[in-house]
Each structure stands twice: as C-alpha cells, then as structure tokens.
C-alpha cells in the first residue's frame, strides 16, 4: 500500500464516527492482531520523521568555495605569491579557510532543524495487540492500533479518540492554543481547522489530564507533525539580505581595483615608458593593497560585535548575517502568547453580587497584589464575601506555586487556569496549605461538566466547593451570596450575571465561576452537585507584557509593521492586539482581524490586499502562516518572524530573520531560527533591530572607509605617472601605507555604538547596497582632497630628492586616511557633538596606526629598508596641519547636508 493511498484511507477521520473508522482500518476497539501489526508495519513502515535532505558534509564543504569574492581572494592570492609577498598570501588564505569554515557550520546548523523533531517522538506506547495492554516501542506504531493514553503521556501517532475521560491535551507547540484543550470522542459535523478537531490527538503533544483510548489513523510522515517537517524540507537555504550585500561590495571593491591596477600599468609602461618589472610590480603591490582581502574578517568582526551586543540584551544570535537584516526588515510577524503577553495566567477582575467590580493588581505567578474597588484599596478580610469567593479559588485547585531559588521566580505546578486561581486565593492571604488535611474528595475538571469540585471539612460539616464555566455554575445554582446571608436567585439576577459574563469574554476575558453549599456527601456525586450558592466570577487573562505597548510605538516610528499571527481564538488575538497597541480604536470602522477560514475564502489579490490592511490573524495553521511569509516577502518586505511551536519552524525558516523563543520555544522552533530570545520579550526584538540598523551603519562607514582609501591611492598613482612624475611610492611602500590604514582602523569603526536616533530613520530598502549612489558625494570629497594633497606635496618635495618626496606622500596619505576614519564614525553626525575621542577602540587603532608610520619614517634602521627619509618636526606638523583638511571638509559636507 503506498502512502498516497493510505493517506486516502485515513483522510478527515475527525468527520467520521468511530464505527466507519474501525470498518476502514480493518481493525476492532481491541485493537489488532499481533501477525496483522507486523504485516502493516512493513506496508507503512516506522512511525518516525524522515530526514528530506541527508547532509553530504563534502558538498557543504565545496558550497563555501562558489561566491566571486572567494575567486577573487584566490586570484589575489596567486598574485602575492607570484610577486614573492609571502605574507600576504598566506593572510588571504587564511581569510578564505575562516569564512569558509563560518559558512559551513551556519548551513550545517540550519539542516538540523528537521532532526530536532525526531527528538520529539515518543519511545514508548501503551496499545491493545490481541486485546492485551502492551508496551512496545513507538516506531512499531501502524494504523489501525489502538493506543491507550493517561495523564503526563506524550501522543505517539495522530489519532481518533474512541473513549475517554475528563481528557485534556496540551497542544500549544502545534497549534498555538495556550490553554490545555478538552478532548471528547465526539463525530465532529462540519470542516473545521485542525486546532478545533477535538476529537483527535497529535504526535508531539501530550495529555495533561484524564485518560483516553484512541485509533491511530497517522503515523511517521503521514502526520501533523510529518506535514511540518515535509514543509521545513521543502524551503530551500537561501542567502542573507546582508551577505548578498556585501558580495556586491566585494566585487564592487574588486572591479575597482583591477580597473586602477590595469590603468596604472598601461600608463606607466606604454605612455611613461618605464620598466616592466618596476611598474609591474607597482601596479601588483597596487591591486593587492586594493583587493578587499580584509573585508571578510572585518564584516564578521561587525557581525560578531553587534551578537555580542544583542546578547547582552537578551537576544542571543545562532545566524551571524540575521543581525544586519534586522536592521532592513519592514515587517515583524509576531505570536501573542509569551512574547507579546506574559504567558502567565492572572486574574484581572471579580464579581461579587450586588457589588462594584473589583480590580486585582499584580503580575505572573507572583501571589502579592491589591484589590481595588471604586479606585480605593480593599481589605480582604473585611469583606465576607470575598473571603469564600478566595477560599473556592484556592480549595477547588489542584495547582501549586512555587519559588525557584536558582532563577529567583514564581514557578506554576499544574493546570494554568488553577494556577490563576491560587494566586488570586494569596493575594488575598488566603493560605491553601492551611486546609489540605481537609480534603475529603477531589473530582479534577470534567470536560463534559465543564467544572470542577472538592469536598473539604471545616469544624465536623463538610463543604463542597466548585469553580468551572460560568454558565454551568449559574445553571446549577439556586441561590448567591451576600455578605453571610445566602439570597434566592431571581431571573433578572440570573441576567445581571449573564451580561456580566458576556461583557468580560468580549474584553477576551477567560471567566471562571464560583460557587460552594454545604453537604453530607464524603465522595463527589457528579449528578448531586446542584443548588449551589453562587460566589463570584473570576476574569482573568495572559496580560501583555508592560513593555511591549512601547516597543509596538517604537517600530510603528521606525516605519516597521507589526503583524500578529497566532493560532489562539480572534477575540483573545484582537483584546491583546488592543493593548499592546497593533490596533487602534480608529481601525474599528476597518476588518481588523481574520482567521485562516476567512483567509482561505480570499482569492490572491484578495489575500495579498488584506496583508497590506489587517495586523491581526488568528487561528493559523503552519501552513498559512508559511504563506503569510511567503506572500509578504514576495510583496517586497523583508520581514522577521517570531514563533515558539512545532508551528510556527516552517515559516521561521521561511522568514529573512527566524525569531524562537527562549522560555517557552521548542527545540524545533530554535533550530528553524536565526536568534533566539533568552526572554522571550518582543520588547528584545525591537532593540534588535535598532543594533541591526547600527550593524549596517557600520558596515557602511567601513565599506567607505576601505573604497576611499583604495581610489585615493590608485588615482595618486595614476595621475602622477599621467603627469610626468616618478612613482610616488614604491610597491613596498604601498603595502606599508595599506597596512598602517586599513589593518587596524577598519575593523576599529565595527566598534561604533550608533549615533542619533536611529529607530526614527524610515527603513532601509532591501535592495539598498551599502554603496550607492547616496555616498558618492562624500566619498569624490575624501578622494579629491586625499589625491590633490598628496601629489602637491609630491610635486613640492621632488627637488629635494625622491626619498625625501616619497616620505612625504607616505606621510600625507596615512594622516589624511587617519583623519577619513573620525569623519567615518558617523556619516550624518558631526564628530564633535558624538564626541571626538569618545570611542577608545578608535583611539588606539589611530595611535597604533601613527607608530607604525613614524616606526618606517623616523627610525633610520627601518626607514632605510623602505628608503624613506626622516622628516623635520615642522614638516611633520604642517603635514599633519594639511591632512587635517579631510576632517573639516567632511564636517562642511555634513553641515551642507542638514
């Protein structure tokens, strides 16, 4: 049987009852025959994930040796060893193997996403063979078995659930629900996403609560998660925006060089007539100080520098090149829960008959906080009413609350909708604890009764407490508190609390109601609990995280969408996306929000026109949210993605910048993605993307700085020859001057921390080259002060001998080069208002760069094997004095500029 046949069998089992199911796979509710499970085993084969793509490292390996900078570093290479420059070979060299090596564990890295789920699959199943209850390995699972699950099981295969008690599932890594979900075995009528089918279970995710026995309908690649790995193989490994960038400098640079190398030769050996092997080796020693051998290890220094940085703030970087495209991306498709919200459950409000609301202050698991009634603090203990509505909270509970000492936080046990009732209960200085000897029964949340109930005894009576849905609580009450005095229910009470509840669930609120009555009972009677006495409804929610409001009005400035794509319900997506700031009561008049069945009515225009209207879409598949992202890349953003599930990896792997979480994220989602966030804050996102944009600053003012530099030297060389002057300086004195300027002080200007606000600069275009047609300007300036000073000071000195003129170029070139990399620090902002010395790193670059000058011009050892001559002091400051020009003619071009 092929694949594509059993996936026909077994397709839409949710619409289909459970007899059919069985009839189709040839199977029973105990299960099948051990010689039948083996014989389908071998038509089906394991259930595991199959690796799409086995990693040839060979091929890895090769890959890294393609890009036309690569060739042109080789023939750079040849060249330096054919001129006998032994070092510079080998430093070119050694610049290829390290990129090479950068490049091959990035690419080796990102295939191991697809493996990561393999981590997921369970080794262990409970099944019915031969009607026994078996264990046996996982990958032994076929269609057709029966599984039976119990709470704290992972699912091993997808299936149809055949029976089952109070079951609860977590699935929140597939589909982005952050609650457990209920399970029934229920024929579902109608299509619906695969987040609503609650009568199926998915490999990968696990039961929180209840039991079940369920008909393996999927297993291996025939699954959920198979589905997901199939999309993850499919996305081909694509180049960063920033790397496609800088091998357009690169070649860029590399034209340059080769252009002024052969200009320098042809003029210098046809039109000057001077020897080849002089000229030769001049316009050699030329064309390898101009080959931006360097720039490699100075764009990873700028890359490496700017992790570091984000590392510091929480966001920790696996894709060196993701911290540049940061800086360009346009769009930010966000999750809600855990990076936008706090993923923490609390209760924000109550209700208690015949009173104002009470607002409850406080944040996550941490049990402190104030209740607030007509703006004014409350004592608990003051209020009667209150006391019961905290002692049903935190009775009726099976959460705990505890204190990590290691991480210094408040750490949730149990069921998160517990868990906010417990620390509603203490922040009332209600203590659970207190009352655990009391306990006489327990019945944990019944999926079918929507509630659950305790039996505790106080001074010889017992009291049945009980917290669940609100609706089922009022239908089974028959009367509410007030103050002590229990009051009959009316029907316009019973109204009162229904617009209550309706009020608070369209606000996204997840209400919960609260009820207790005495009895006589000692085991919980699921048929008995009835005529209670209403206490309250608690309203709580996963509030927004208090800086993520800001960090939305920072990239909204910044020119940067934020789009929320979330597999959580609409109303809960549209509630948060209220606060933190993504809508705005302007937009009401506007469709704000649609989920994936909406989305799947639209056309391509239609589709791609909402993209560009609506910032909220909820209940996402993965493969619509991989379509988001394909989509809006192919509308001509460059967009980051943030995600935490199995659901979320295709399209983090799909997006220019893949964001997991660091808390919550699965290991999956972490290999998908290019940084992870160590605190799961979007607020981390957005001081990313501010570092990028200072990333690419940098690598702007050292890609200039390195242009400069080269033309300025090339067109010295030029000129002087075109002129009828010697050669201004010899070849040796050429590797010298780009050593003393571009050696150290290139890689200094990675160091910048950014100036200006730079979060107010509207967004780069993707398709921006570092340099453009915006920097020509500036970069003529430098060029024509540069040459023009130093073939005046050639000119000048050439009477007093050629060493003598020699030196004083030399001298020229390095301090006016010297002088480009302060006016560089900024392109757009004046060196004295960041600070003229504010950057030590520059600092030393320039002073080392100084000695090293004055270490072949001063000392009469070294000056003589470069045959240069020592300078006066007066000349040597004059000369400075001169070269200083650069500097004030780029503070005019910046003045003019603003």
């Not at 199959?50 to 060739?71: A, D, R």
């Not at 039109?271 to 050699?284: D, K, P, V, W």
């Not at 009820?515 to 929610?541: C, H, W």
């Amino acid at each position: 049987m092929t694949s594509s046949e059993e996936k026909k069998i077994i397709a839409d089992p949710y619409l289909k009852d459970i007899e059919s199911l069985l009839k189709k796979l040839k199977s029973s509710r105990k299960g099948l025959k051990i010689d039948e499970a083996k014989r389908r085993l071998e038509i089906y084969g394991p259930n595991d994930i199959s690796e799409f793509h086995s990693i040839s490292i060979l091929n890895l390996v090769f890959k890294q040796f393609k890009s036309g900078l690569v060739l042109i570093l080789f023939i750079a290479a040849g060249i330096s060893w054919w001129a006998g420059e032994m070092i510079d070979t080998w430093v070119i060299i050694a610049v290829i193997l390290i990129n090479a090596m950068i490049g091959f564990s990035q690419e080796y890295r990102a295939e191991k996403a697809i493996a990561s789920l393999r981590k997921m699959i369970v080794k262990i199943a409970k099944v019915l063979r031969n009607g026994d209850l078996q264990s046996i390995p996982a990958l032994q699972l076929v269609p057709g078995d029966v599984i039976f699950l119990e709470e704290g099981d992972s699912i091993p295969a997808d299936a149809r659930i055949i029976e089952s008690k109070n079951l609860r599932c977590v699935e929140a890594s597939l589909t982005g629900e952050s609650l457990p979900v209920s399970k029934n075995e229920e024929r579902i009528l109608d299509a619906c996403p695969l987040a609503e089918q609650k009568n199926m279970l998915w490999k990968g995710t696990f039961v929180a609560g209840g039991y079940a026995y369920a008909l393996v309908c999927g297993t291996g690649m025939n699954t959920a998660i198979g589905d997901i790995s199939e999309l993850l193989g499919a996305i081909e490994h694509k180049r960063s925006n920033f790397l496609i960038k800088t091998d357009i400098l690169a070649k860029q640079m590399a034209i340059i060089a080769i252009v002024s190398a052969l200009i320098l030769f042809l003029v210098g050996y046809f039109y000057r007539g001077f020897a080849i092997q002089e000229i030769l080796l001049t316009s050699i020693a030329a064309l390898v100080a101009a080959i931006p051998e360097g720039l490699p290890a100075v764009i990873t220094i700028v890359l490496a520098i700017g992790a570091n940085r984000m590392a510091k703030r929480n966001a920790l970087i696996r894709e060196f090149s993701a911290t540049e495209t940061l800086g360009a991306v346009s769009a930010i498709l966000t999750d809600k829960t855990g990076t936008l919200t706090q993923n923490t459950l609390t209760v924000r409000r109550l209700f208690l008959p015949f009173e104002e609301d009470i607002e409850i202050s406080g944040e996550g698991w941490f049990p402190a906080g104030n209740f607030i009634q007509k703006n004014k603090i409350i004592e608990s203990s003051r209020n009667a009413t209150l006391q019961k509505c905290l002692k049903v909270a935190g009775l009726s509970n099976n959460s705990q609350i505890r204190h990590s000492n290691e991480k210094d936080t408040y750490e949730l046990i149990g069921d998160p909708t517990e868990g906010a009732l417990l620390v509603l209960a203490r922040k009332g200085e209600f203590n659970p604890l207190a009352f655990q000897e009391n306990r006489v029964d327990d019945l944990p949340f019944d999926s079918l009764l929507k509630l659950r109930a305790s039996i505790f005894q106080e001074e010889g009576l017992n009291e049945l407490l009980v917290s669940g849905a609100p609706e089922q609580l009022l239908e089974r009450s028959a009367k509410w508190l007030r103050s002590e005095s229990e009051i009959d229910f009316s029907l316009e009470d019973k109204k009162q609390i229904q617009a209550k509840i309706s009020e608070w669930s369209e606000s996204a609120l997840r209400v919960i109601g609260l009820a207790y009555k005495k009895t006589d009972q000692v085991k919980i009677d699921p048929e008995s609990i009835n005529d209670l006495v209403f206490v309250g409804l608690a309203g709580m929610i996963d509030p927004p995280r208090p800086d993520a409001k800001n960090a939305v009005e920072k990239c909204k400035k910044a020119g940067i969408r934020v789009i929320m794509v979330t597999g959580d319900h609409i109303n809960t997506a549209v509630a948060i996306a209220k606060k933190v700031g993504i809508i705005s009561d302007k937009d009401q008049e506007d469709v704000i929000a649609l989920s994936e069945q909406q989305l799947m009515l639209l056309d391509e225009k239609e589709f791609r026109e909402a993209l560009n209207t609506v910032s909220v879409f909820a209940r996402l598949t993965p493969a619509m949210k991989l379509r988001i992202a394909d989509t809006m890349q192919s509308m001509g953003h460059l967009i980051a993605m943030t995600g935490d599930g199995i659901n979320d990896a295709p399209a983090l792997k799909k997006a220019d910048v893949g964001i997991s979480m660091g808390i919550m994220g699965t290991d999956v989602a972490r290999d998908s993605s290019d940084m992870v966030l160590a605190d799961d804050h979007f607020a981390t996102i957005v001081n990313a993307v501010e570092q990028g944009r200072i990333i690419f600053a940098n690598s702007r003012q050292t890609g200039i700085f390195l242009v400069t530099t080269n033309i300025a030297e090339s067109f010295t060389l030029i000129l002087a020859i075109a002129l009828g002057l010697p050669l201004p300086l010899t070849a040796t004195q050429l590797l010298w001057l780009n050593l003393v300027t571009d050696g150290v002080t290139d890689m200094a200007l990675a160091t910048e921390v950014g100036h200006g606000d730079i979060m107010k600069t509207k967004v780069f275009d993707k398709k921006e080259n570092i340099l453009n047609r915006k920097m020509l300007p500036f970069l003529f300036i430098n060029v024509f002060i540069m040459t023009g000073f130093s073939l005046t000071t050639f000119f000048y000195y050439i009477d007093d001998g050629i060493d003598h003129a020699r030196t004083a170029v030399f001298t020229v070139m390095a301090f006016t080069q010297l002088f480009n990399v302060f006016n560089l620090r900024s392109i757009n902002e004046s060196i004295f208002r960041i600070g003229l010395f504010s950057n030590k790193y520059i600092n030393f670059a320039v002073l080392l760069s100084v000695f090293l000058l004055l270490l072949v011009t001063e000392i009469p050892l070294v000056a003589g094997i470069f045959h240069f001559q020592s300078l006066e002091m007066i000349e040597l400051l004059l000369l400075f004095a001169i070269s200083s020009t650069v500097l004030w003619a780029g503070e005019l071009y910046k003045f003019i500029k603003k």
